[in-house]
Structures are given as structure tokens and as C-alpha cells.
């Protein structure tokens, strides 16, 4: 067990994830949580989970809330990102999220400029953990040619015609459904358009489909731009289920009334706790003058805690988190500003007390291919001298 926490820890947002988020700390790390949301709690306090009714939107209730906390997790909907992590940059206060949003990524990016505490969004599992193993490929060639990461959260019983239920949340659906996606062609950074690219992949004898979807690289593009030529990030769904949500953004014309999309998609598409997360990875390049390519696919199934049965979603985005929270309790983060979820190195994730969650990319982390044990200290150009050690590795 690690000793001396960083005093306690607060979740924001009571919903599935951030339920999860709580009991993971609570259960692996046996520290006290605070899990605070706006609405009553349905949950009696027990010895390590408290609960606290809180609207994010007053801001001396937030302030007050954080300035009891050392730590705060944001598991809350995106567009509140910016909201909480301005009060607990002002507060000094540790924040992490698991937005997707870019621009709730590029606000917070602008926060940790000078601030006393760590700064970490995009700290689930795309964007976040497949960024970590983006990285770790890459440091495995000379001259890296593609990169291709694929993810998806799906249903392992689909019945409808959109070939999907909901696992994870409706918000964060539409808005990477909506919103551009950011890519490396031909060397080049690019702007693509959300549901293009489709493509079919076989994956260990199943039959996917991916397209584009916003905000599952992070920051990774700007991280790799001149060591990859191509680089891009797809969902993984079932065949069938692009073209049933192009009908409904474009056909109908839905992405420009969204919450009515919302309300569409909550009235007739059903929830589904029965899941699996895959995670797939494919690297081409050159290794001593010879054209390689590498592969990863894991897959992420439900599991109990804490006397609860949780989903794979559930534990993969609790994981990602919690993970990195925990290489920060060890000394194994920068101390204050801005982190990047590629800094940190694949095997030190799943070196934590949560990493078997994981446990498919242990062959990856086993290989030798990390660069860096431990994260540079805060104060310099973290990119560069990860970039610095990939050209040393290389």
C-alpha cells in the first residue's frame, strides 16, 4: 500500500464512471474519497466513501469543496471541464479529467501555465491509455512510417439497427461524433471530418468497422509531428452502425440540433451493462533497414468491485485515472503544470496497483520498446526531451 496520500480525494460526478473512479481508490488504495454531484446521493456513507451534494456551477460551493482536497478527479460531462479545473488551478489543487473535447483540453493547456499544481485531462482510455501505447510503438523504429490506434466501447449483444448500445455516455458520443478529428498525413497535421475514413478490420477472426471519431490522440499528434508519417485515431464498431448515425447527423440534419439528437438517441437506444472494450494498435516502419510492423489488440471485460459488478468501460476509463493519480502519489508525475497522458510510459501504468485492468498490452510493455522509466520534472520541455529520447533511441 502507498503511504502519506496526498490528503483526500474528490470525484466529481456520482454517474457510472466517476462511481467507479471512487470505489477503485477506495477499495485498491483503501483512501478516503469524497464523491460529490448534484444530485442527492442514492448511497449511504460507509468508512472510505462519503458523499457530497454539489453543483460545480456555484462557485464558492466548488471552491469550498476543493479547497478540502488535494486532489480532484472531473468525471463530469465535458463542457464542464474548463469550469473545474480553472478553480482548482487557482486553488493549487491536483486536477484530472477524461475529456475527449479538444478545446476543453486546449483551455486547460492554457491553466497550467505557472500553476502550482498538476493539470492532467484527457487521463481515460481514448483519449489516455492508447496514447500511452501509441508511444510506446513509436519508440520501436528507426523511421516510423503509420500508426494506426483504434478503440471502441461496444455492446456484446447488438439487436437494433444502429448495431449499438449505450455503454458509456451520450454526450460523449455526439459530441466525437460531431466534432473534427485531428490526424497526421504525409507528414503533415490535418483536420479531419468525424464518421469518415471507414474502414473493415478483422480482428481475430470478428469482423469491426472504424471511422473517424474527435479527440481519442489527445495531444499526441502535436507530440509525434516529424517522427510519423501517418498517424490516425478511429472507433471500432460494429459494421453497419456508421452509416445509421450518418443518416441521423446528415440525412436528418441532427448534428445541427444536437439535444434533440440527445433526446432521440436516449428515447430509443437502449443502455447496455453487458460490454467489451477493444483496444488495437498497428505499427509500420523501419528497423534496422528492414520493414516491420507491429500489433497490439487487448480486450477489456467487466468485473466486480467493491461488491458491485462494474462494466469494461467502467474499469478501463476508472483504470486510466486512477492509474496515473497513483504514478503521482509515487513521485513518478511532474510536480505542477501541464502532463500529457504520452509522457507517461505504458509498463509504469500497468506497474500500478490498477494496471492489470490492462493486462492484454503486457506483451507490449514487456518488449523492451519504452523509452523512459519515469517522467521528466516540471519546469521543462517535456516534449522535447521526449522527442530527445525517442532520436537516442532510434
Same mark, same amino acid.
Given at each position: 500500500?502507498?503511504?502519506?496520500?496526498?490528503?483526500?480525494?474528490?470525484?466529481?460526478?456520482?454517474?457510472?464512471?466517476?462511481?467507479?473512479?471512487?470505489?477503485?481508490?477506495?477499495?485498491?488504495?483503501?483512501?478516503?474519497?469524497?464523491?460529490?454531484?448534484?444530485r442527492?446521493?442514492?448511497?449511504?456513507?460507509?468508512?472510505?466513501?462519503?458523499?457530497? #451534494? +454539489?453543483?460545480?456551477?456555484?462557485? =464558492?460551493? /466548488?471552491?469550498?469543496?476543493l479547497?478540502?482536497?488535494?486532489? $480532484? *478527479?472531473?468525471? @463530469?460531462?465535458?463542457?464542464?471541464?474548463?469550469?473545474v479545473?480553472?478553480e482548482?488551478?487557482?486553488?493549487g489543487?491536483?486536477?484530472f479529467?477524461?475529456?475527449?473535447?479538444?478545446?476543453?483540453?486546449?483551455?486547460?493547456? #492554457? +491553466?497550467?501555465v505557472?500553476?502550482? =499544481?498538476? /493539470?492532467?485531462?484527457?487521463?481515460?482510455?481514448?483519449?489516455? $491509455? *492508447?496514447?500511452? @501505447?501509441?508511444?510506446q510503438?513509436?519508440?520501436?523504429?528507426?523511421?516510423?512510417?503509420?500508426?494506426?490506434?483504434?478503440?471502441?466501447?461496444?455492446?456484446?449483444?447488438?439487436?437494433n439497427?444502429?448495431?449499438?448500445?449505450?455503454?458509456?455516455?451520450?454526450?460523449?458520443?455526439?459530441?466525437?461524433?460531431?466534432?473534427?478529428?485531428?490526424?497526421?498525413?504525409?507528414?503533415?497535421?490535418?483536420?479531419t471530418?468525424p464518421?469518415?475514413?471507414?474502414?473493415?478490420?478483422?480482428l481475430?477472426?470478428?469482423?469491426y468497422?472504424?471511422?473517424?471519431?474527435?479527440?481519442?490522440?489527445?495531444?499526441?499528434?502535436?507530440t509525434?509531428?516529424?517522427r510519423?508519417?501517418?498517424?490516425?485515431?478511429?472507433?471500432?464498431?460494429?459494421?453497419?452502425?456508421r452509416?445509421?448515425?450518418?443518416f441521423?447527423?446528415?440525412?436528418l440534419?441532427?448534428?445541427?440540433?444536437?439535444?434533440?439528437?440527445?433526446?432521440?438517441?436516449?428515447?430509443?437506444?437502449?443502455?447496455?451493462?453487458?460490454?467489451?472494450?477493444?483496444?488495437h494498435?498497428?505499427a509500420?516502419?523501419?528497423?534496422?533497414?528492414?520493414?516491420?510492423?507491429?500489433?497490439?489488440?487487448?480486450?477489456?471485460?467487466?468485473?466486480?468491485?467493491?461488491?458491485r459488478?462494474?462494466?469494461?468501460?467502467?474499469?478501463?476509463?476508472?483504470?486510466?485515472?486512477?492509474?496515473?493519480?497513483?504514478?503521482?502519489?509515487?513521485g513518478?508525475?511532474?510536480?505542477?503544470?501541464f502532463?500529457?497522458?504520452?509522457?507517461?510510459?505504458?509498463?509504469?501504468?500497468?506497474?500500478?496497483?490498477v494496471?492489470?485492468?490492462?493486462?492484454?498490452?503486457?506483451?507490449?510493455?514487456?518488449?523492451?520498446?519504452?523509452?523512459?522509466?519515469?517522467?521528466?520534472p516540471?519546469?521543462?520541455?517535456?516534449?522535447?526531451?521526449?522527442?530527445?529520447?525517442?532520436?537516442?533511441?532510434?
Amino acid at each position: 500500500m502507498i503511504t502519506n496520500p496526498l490528503r483526500n480525494v474528490l470525484v466529481l460526478g456520482a454517474g457510472k464512471v466517476g462511481s467507479t473512479i471512487a470505489d477503485m481508490v477506495a477499495e485498491v488504495y483503501q483512501w478516503p474519497v469524497t464523491l460529490a454531484d448534484q444530485r442527492a446521493a442514492a448511497a449511504a456513507d460507509d468508512a472510505l466513501v462519503r458523499h457530497l #451534494q +454539489l453543483d460545480v456551477c456555484d462557485a =464558492s460551493a /466548488l471552491a469550498a469543496a476543493l479547497s478540502q482536497h488535494a486532489v $480532484v *478527479i472531473n468525471a @463530469l460531462p465535458y463542457f464542464l471541464a474548463r469550469t473545474v479545473a480553472s478553480e482548482a488551478a487557482r486553488l493549487g489543487v491536483h486536477y484530472f479529467d477524461l475529456t475527449e473535447d479538444v478545446a476543453a483540453t486546449q483551455a486547460i493547456r #492554457q +491553466l497550467a501555465v505557472g500553476a502550482r =499544481s498538476v /493539470l492532467m485531462p484527457q487521463c481515460g482510455l481514448a483519449p489516455g $491509455v *492508447i496514447g500511452m @501505447l501509441g508511444m510506446q510503438l513509436a519508440g520501436g523504429f528507426d523511421e516510423l512510417f503509420d500508426l494506426n490506434l483504434r478503440v471502441g466501447a461496444l455492446t456484446r449483444h447488438a439487436t437494433n439497427r444502429l448495431r449499438y448500445n449505450f455503454t458509456w455516455s451520450i454526450d460523449g458520443v455526439i459530441n466525437e461524433y460531431c466534432q473534427p478529428c485531428e490526424a497526421i498525413v504525409q507528414g503533415q497535421r490535418v483536420s479531419t471530418q468525424p464518421l469518415e475514413g471507414l474502414e473493415q478490420l478483422l480482428l481475430d477472426g470478428d469482423t469491426y468497422e472504424a471511422f473517424n471519431t474527435s479527440g481519442g490522440l489527445g495531444t499526441l499528434c502535436e507530440t509525434l509531428q516529424g517522427r510519423v508519417r501517418n498517424l490516425s485515431y478511429k472507433t471500432l464498431r460494429y459494421p453497419g452502425h456508421r452509416d445509421a448515425m450518418d443518416f441521423l447527423l446528415h440525412d436528418l440534419r441532427l448534428i445541427e440540433q444536437r439535444e434533440l439528437l440527445r433526446q432521440v438517441l436516449d428515447h430509443a437506444v437502449p443502455h447496455s451493462r453487458d460490454d467489451v472494450v477493444l483496444v488495437h494498435a498497428s505499427a509500420t516502419g523501419l528497423r534496422q533497414g528492414r520493414l516491420e510492423q507491429q500489433t497490439r489488440l487487448a480486450r477489456v471485460l467487466g468485473a466486480p468491485l467493491r461488491g458491485r459488478q462494474r462494466t469494461a468501460i467502467e474499469l478501463s476509463t476508472a483504470a486510466g485515472v486512477v492509474g496515473v493519480l497513483e504514478l503521482l502519489q509515487r513521485g513518478q508525475l511532474p510536480a505542477a503544470g501541464f502532463v500529457r497522458q504520452e509522457q507517461v510510459p505504458l509498463q509504469a501504468l500497468l506497474a500500478t496497483q490498477v494496471g492489470h485492468h490492462y493486462a492484454g498490452l503486457r506483451e507490449a510493455a514487456g518488449s523492451g520498446l519504452d523509452v523512459a522509466g519515469v517522467l521528466p520534472p516540471a519546469g521543462g520541455d517535456v516534449t522535447a526531451k521526449r522527442a530527445e529520447a525517442l532520436a537516442d533511441h532510434a
